[in-house]
């Protein structure tokens, strides 16, 4: 039997996410998780088959957006409401502050290397702005970029060579030069949209992008060089993330905020945050 690639399917039930649902990442055994499930503030777990429960629950009026996984394992939260990275304990669910900074607009999709190093794209909705920043394994934060577009996706290429960075209100990606220290360098244009805007966006283990164009609820998959290779259609408009999974890193999930769920389609290749789990 042949699989079908590309075709997109629903995987959780229909607003069981409020519509701030966001920032999926999968961990090393396959368990979905994405912000804002039954309710803001939350942290939801979705088992491999669809269970979603409540995994833990932030304090102190912190909503996330975007999680990241590091390589011990432990959830990394950007953190909008507070300015804060969060860092949750997998065994313990303890929470912890794992970087601060103040003059943030607000932290909203991370990006992670392999070496652990954080990036943060840091859009101002209202001025229509942005900037981007590093944040070190010592909890150091360092800004990268300001003056920017609305940042919002941000990812790092499987070679670990490349930082992406696309801009939701001008339908820019970016692409910059990234040192093993998390320096950035040699920004040029990959690739701008005519239309709509754009969320998250993820690589697979070939460096091809998968970037959420919100609104036209469709997931575009680019070339490393800047070309279109195809999208994929999903059955709701407002696409805000995606993250790869499953036993074979080519499961892609994708978090809807108009129908407060996620769907799922089968890839032709894994995701490198899946590949990030099998350096051990």
Same mark, same amino acid.
């Given at each position: 039997?042949?699989?079908?690639?590309?075709?997109?399917?629903?995987?959780?039930?229909?607003?069981?996410?409020?519509?701030?649902?966001?920032?999926?990442?999968?961990?090393?055994?396959?368990?979905? /998780?994405?912000?804002? /499930?039954?309710?803001?503030?939350?942290?939801?777990?979705?088992?491999?088959?669809?269970?979603?429960?409540? +995994?833990?629950?932030?304090?102190?009026?912190?909503?996330?957006?975007?999680?990241? +996984?590091?390589?011990?394992?432990?959830?990394?939260?950007?953190?909008?409401?507070?300015?804060?990275?969060?860092?949750?304990?997998?065994?313990?669910?303890?929470?912890? !502050? /794992?970087?601060?900074?103040?003059?943030?607009?607000?932290?909203?999709?991370?990006?992670?290397?392999?070496?652990? !190093?954080?990036?943060?794209?840091?859009?101002?909705?209202?001025?229509?702005?942005?900037?981007?920043?590093?944040?070190?394994?010592?909890?150091?934060?360092?800004? $990268?970029?300001?003056?920017?577009? @609305?940042?919002?996706?941000?990812?790092?290429?499987?070679?670990?060579?490349?930082? /992406?960075?696309?801009?939701?209100?001008?339908?820019?990606?970016?692409?910059?030069?990234?040192?093993?220290?998390?320096?950035?360098?040699?920004?040029?244009?990959?690739?701008?949209?005519?239309?709509?805007?754009?969320?998250?966006?993820?690589?697979?283990?070939?460096?091809? $992008?998968?970037?959420?164009?919100?609104?036209?609820?469709?997931?575009?998959?680019?070339?490393?060089?800047?070309?279109?290779?195809?999208?994929?259609?999903?059955?709701?408009?407002?696409? @805000?993330?995606?993250?790869?999974?499953?036993?074979?890193?080519?499961?892609?999930?994708?978090?809807?905020?108009?129908?407060?769920?996620?769907?799922? +389609?089968?890839?032709?290749?894994?995701?490198?945050?899946?590949?990030?789990?099998?350096?051990?």
């Amino acid at each position: 039997m042949i699989e079908e690639l590309f075709i997109s399917h629903p995987f959780t039930e229909r607003d069981g996410f409020t519509s701030g649902i966001e920032g999926p990442a999968c961990d090393a055994d396959g368990n979905l /998780y994405a912000v804002n /499930y039954a309710r803001q503030h939350t942290i939801g777990k979705v088992a491999p088959e669809g269970k979603c429960s409540v +995994f833990v629950e932030l304090p102190n009026g912190s909503i996330g957006n975007g999680i990241r +996984f590091d390589s011990a394992g432990a959830m990394l939260i950007a953190d909008y409401t507070n300015h804060n990275i969060l860092k949750v304990d997998m065994e313990t669910q303890d929470i912890s !502050i /794992y970087a601060h900074e103040p003059t943030m607009n607000q932290p909203n999709d991370i990006a992670i290397g392999a070496n652990d !190093i954080v990036y943060a794209s840091d859009p101002n909705w209202a001025e229509s702005t942005g900037q981007i920043w590093r944040i070190d394994t010592d909890g150091t934060v360092t800004l $990268l970029e300001a003056d920017m577009g @609305t940042t919002n996706g941000i990812e790092v290429s499987p070679d670990e060579r490349n930082l /992406y960075v696309n801009e939701s209100v001008q339908r820019n990606i970016w692409a910059y030069n990234l040192s093993a220290a998390g320096e950035v360098s040699n920004k040029r244009l990959l690739i701008q949209f005519p239309d709509f805007g754009f969320d998250g966006m993820r690589c697979d283990i070939e460096g091809n $992008l998968y970037v959420t164009r919100h609104g036209k609820g469709t997931i575009a998959k680019v070339s490393p060089q800047g070309e279109v290779l195809l999208e994929v259609e999903l059955a709701g408009k407002d696409c @805000t993330n995606l993250a790869f999974g499953g036993p074979d890193g080519r499961t892609c999930y994708v978090t809807l905020a108009d129908r407060g769920n996620v769907e799922y +389609f089968r890839t032709d290749l894994p995701g490198r945050s899946w590949q990030l789990f099998q350096r051990d």
